[in-house]
């Protein structure tokens, strides 16, 4: 049976296209990209700018993995971007902090270049639930304030948070407007249908078995094979190729989403009254925000081993009411989650295998500004243009040489020590 969307408040929310056609035969273009998520889209759409015939081959739907059924939260730079700013030290320092926005201002333009409507709302709150999480919070302010001045920063008291988020649950938060939220499934076919107008060729429901490398590169489906003279990897938590190379870099970790009914808009006044993306500060966070259509979406872990639990609403619901204690009774429609890469050092992951198969991949929740970005990092390296992609491909990588079983069991005890961590 072919892969549809997995049910989701988003994949509910997109009218139905027609599937694109699985490959068949032979296709030949200059770029392959394996993966029509966030990363692959931006690189072919990079490319396609770029006058280069590309050909996306993608295992379910355009969309269907972590891009399309995320938190939706647009959070500036990357988990680990001090430690690459420290790797590079004061000679890239400039470089490492452009960085920062970098995939915003990527999706902002696409978005108006292509018309592209994904409810983009401004405003995003990290919130914090312990006295030392808020001292970080302000180091975090000064140092924002002090290099982006104009990003429209503004650090919240308690009580003050109390009146903006309608609830007493956290010491203090920092307000950006320059970050916000948006739906992560019409970005993603906001994103195809660019493509589409430049030409870019799709086939759906066409999983990859195998690659061979070369000059002119060949990429295997069952039925079909693409002969390329770049292949892009851009599959995250999904891939499942060189594992040999790739193998023990990243590994798949869950994150997961409940979504209640439409709510009453005293109601929504009342707990969010400007629809801020708010996130806690911790390591193992929740994520919660207002969608277009005036329902609560609220995410976050449900469990240490990252597997699906029997109630997603179960899980969740609880720790949305110790937040919002008005929402008891709230009818949850829609449960779903899925699988984020997380990177064993933190930075996002990008190289090659040869000269010729690029990759990139292990965004560690901040997919929707990475995976857009690396996307188009990767198509300017593709295109000569190195400067940005060496400086995340010539950073040591750590890798754990075990399976992908026993790294499940590593993100696992890595999760439980950052939450008794949060708990300080």
């Known amino acids: ?21 699985s490959l068949e035969g032979q296709a030949d273009s200059d770029v392959c990209v394996i993966g029509a998520g966030f990363t692959g889209l931006s690189a072919a759409l990079k490319l396609a700018e770029a006058g280069r015939t590309v050909t996306v081959l993608e295992a379910a739907r355009v969309g269907w993995g972590a891009s399309g059924r995320n938190g939706g939260q647009l959070i500036r730079g990357f988990v680990g971007q001090e430690r690459l700013a420290k790797h590079w030290g004061a000679s890239r320092a400039k470089d490492v902090q452009a960085l920062t926005w970098a995939g915003h201002d990527l999706i902002r333009r696409r978005l108006d270049d292509y018309c ?25 302010y000064n140092e924002m304030e002090t290099s982006f001045p104009d990003r429209g920063w503004h650090m919240v008291g308690g009580r003050e948070l109390a009146d903006m988020i309608g609830s007493d649950a956290y010491q203090g938060g920092l307000l950006s407007m320059s970050d916000g939220h948006l739906h992560p499934l019409k970005l993603c076919l906001g994103l195809y249908k660019a493509c589409k107008g430049l030409g870019v060729q ?17 990429v295997f489906t069952d039925k079909g094979q693409v002969s390329a003279k770049h292949v892009v990897l851009a599959a995250n938590a999904h891939h499942n190729l060189y594992p040999w190379r790739l193998g023990g870099l990243a590994f798949p970790a869950g994150s997961f989403l409940i979504a209640s009914e439409p709510l009453e808009e005293e109601l929504l006044n009342r707990l969010n009254p400007h629809r801020y993306a708010i996130c806690d500060t911790k390591k193992v966070c929740d994520y919660f925000r207002m969608s277009a ?46 699988k984020l890469g997380v990177s064993l050092g933190e930075v996002p992951l990008a190289g090659r295998v040869g000269e010729n198969i690029w990759y990139g991949f292990g965004y560690t929740g901040h997919g929707v500004n990475m995976g857009n970005l690396m996307g188009e990092i990767l198509g300017e390296a593709i295109s000569g243009h190195m400067g940005r992609f060496e400086l995340f491909a010539g950073m040591p990588k750590r890798r754990l040489p075990i399976g992908r079983c026993l790294g499940r069991q590593a993100v696992s005890s890595a999760i439980v020590y950052y939450w008794l961590k949060d708990r300080l």
């Open 202 to 218: 799709f086939y759906e429901h066409s999983p990859v078995t195998r690659l061979e490398e070369g000059d002119t590169a060949r």
């Open 116 to 140: 592209i409507d994904c409810e983009l709302t401004p405003g995003w709150l990290e919130v914090a639930p312990t006295p030392r999480q808020l001292a970080a919070l302000y180091h975090e």
């Open 1 to 21: 049976m072919r892969k549809q969307y997995p049910d989701s408040w988003y994949a509910a929310t997109v009218p139905l296209r027609e599937a694109e056609l």
């Open 293 to 338: 259509d005036g329902r609560v979406l609220f995410g976050g872990r449900v469990n240490y081993s990252g597997g699906r639990p029997k109630s997603i609403k179960d899980k969740l619901l609880p720790r949305l009411l110790r937040i919002w204690p008005e929402l008891e009774g709230v009818k949850i429609t829609h449960e779903w989650g899925g």
